[in-house]
Structure formats: structure tokens, C-alpha cells
């Protein structure tokens, strides 16, 4: 069933490229023309400007600001291959609540194999866009956003975790803590063999990353 695995993350240096709570950014889809400009102003370093590269200067633009930011150091590889742990608190209803989730690599399942199973339709030219963007700065801009029953699992794995980083996005709280302990990443690992993916955002981008698979013959 599902193969994950810890990597090595991409991640901003703060005392480089500043807070990051004033470059991070939502996924593609649903950053505005106006939303996108109001980003790109708080910072040189706003990631909307690789995540949704201008018409104009394109996908090359998005995979040369990405070399020039790990260059400067505004990015940096971690050392330590890690399993992720998110933490995002908001406000629904007037209750505080907060949402608990694991960056991970996950290995690529065709649909017809039953383990990483989609519920929506996909449109050419939103998957033509990821896939430009992906074979230009070959790195995951975003990620898929799945659900997986493995509540203990991800408890587990979240008391593990080293705190790494911190942001705010209006009222919204993100915490992001790092796991690189051997038998925690084991166990989570292990917890997710037996269980399948349900993918609730991010089809475009996980059906691009399939195609961009079979073209590097991976």
C-alpha cells in the first residue's frame, strides 16, 4: 500500500531572506492577479514569485530565483533526511481548532492501483502549467494534500517532532516541526503501509508529477 518515506526539504533561511510569514504563500490555484502583486510586495523573496511565475518571464524565471535563493543561502537543503510535522490553527465558527499534517515523500501510484485514490476530474492546461513549472525547477512547489487514517500515527510522530520554524498568515498560526529520530520515522512508516491515500486537493499537481515520472523513466 502507501510507500513514504522522509526527504530532505527545501527550506527558507529566516536570518537570509527574512520572517517567513511574509513569503509563504497559498497553492497556485487560487492566488488572484491583485492577490499575487500583494504578495510579491511584502518581500524579494515572496515564493509566489516561483510557485506562479509571471506570464511574462515564465517558468525559467521561477527555476532561476530558485538557484539564486539557494546560491545566497535564503534557501537551504536540511542535512538530515525528515518526516514534517505541520501545525495549522485557525478560527471556524468562532472555535480555534487546529489542523495536524505530515510532509513526506510519497511513492507514485497510477490510479488503477488502489492506493492513492483521486475523487475529481483534471483539466489539461492546469496540468500543462505544473508540468512546465516542474521539469524547469525540478522540486515540488507545493504539495498534494491527502487524507490517510492514521490518527495515531500522526499523533505519534508530532511528539517527536523539533520545533523549526513558525508563521502567521492573518489569523491563521503555523507551526513546523522536524523528525529525524531513525525508529520514529520507522514506525510512522510502517503505520502507512497497510493504508491507502485519498487525495482532497492537489490532483493536477499529483497526475503531472506521474507524467513528469514517466518521462524521467523513474
Not at 518526516?83 to 515523500?105: D, K, N, Q, S
Not at 488502489?114 to 492546461?125: A, G, S
Amino acid at each position: 500500500m502507501a510507500d513514504v518515506r522522509a526527504f530532505r526539504a527545501l527550506r527558507y533561511d529566516e536570518s537570509v531572506a527574512g520572517s517567513l510569514s511574509d513569503l509563504i504563500c497559498p497553492p497556485y490555484d487560487v492566488i488572484t492577479p491583485e492577490e499575487r502583486a500583494r504578495l510579491l510586495r511584502r518581500s524579494p523573496h515572496a515564493f509566489v514569485a516561483v510557485e506562479l511565475p509571471d506570464d511574462d518571464a515564465g517558468y525559467r524565471a521561477a527555476a532561476d530565483l530558485l538557484a539564486l535563493w539557494r546560491a545566497s543561502g535564503a534557501l537551504r537543503a536540511d542535512a538530515t533526511p525528515s518526516l514534517y510535522v505541520h501545525e495549522h490553527e485557525f478560527t471556524l465558527g468562532g472555535t480555534r481548532l487546529t489542523r495536524r499534517g505530515i510532509f513526506a515523500a510519497l511513492r507514485l501510484h497510477a490510479p488503477e492501483e488502489n492506493v492513492v485514490l483521486p475523487h475529481e476530474r483534471t483539466f489539461p492546461k492546469a496540468k500543462a502549467d505544473r508540468l512546465e513549472l516542474l521539469r524547469a525547477t525540478r522540486a515540488n512547489t507545493s504539495p498534494v494534500f491527502a487524507l490517510v487514517d492514521a490518527g495515531r500515527a500522526v499523533n505519534a510522530l508530532a511528539r517527536a517532532a523539533t520545533p523549526v520554524a513558525a508563521a502567521r498568515t492573518g489569523d491563521d498560526a503555523h507551526r513546523l516541526g522536524a523528525v529525524m529520530e531513525p525508529d520514529a520515522i520507522r514506525s510512522f512508516v510502517a503505520a502507512l503501509r497497510s493504508l491507502r491515500i485519498y487525495i482532497a486537493d492537489g490532483h493536477h499537481r499529483y497526475e503531472t508529477a506521474l507524467t513528469y515520472a514517466t518521462e524521467r523513466g523513474a
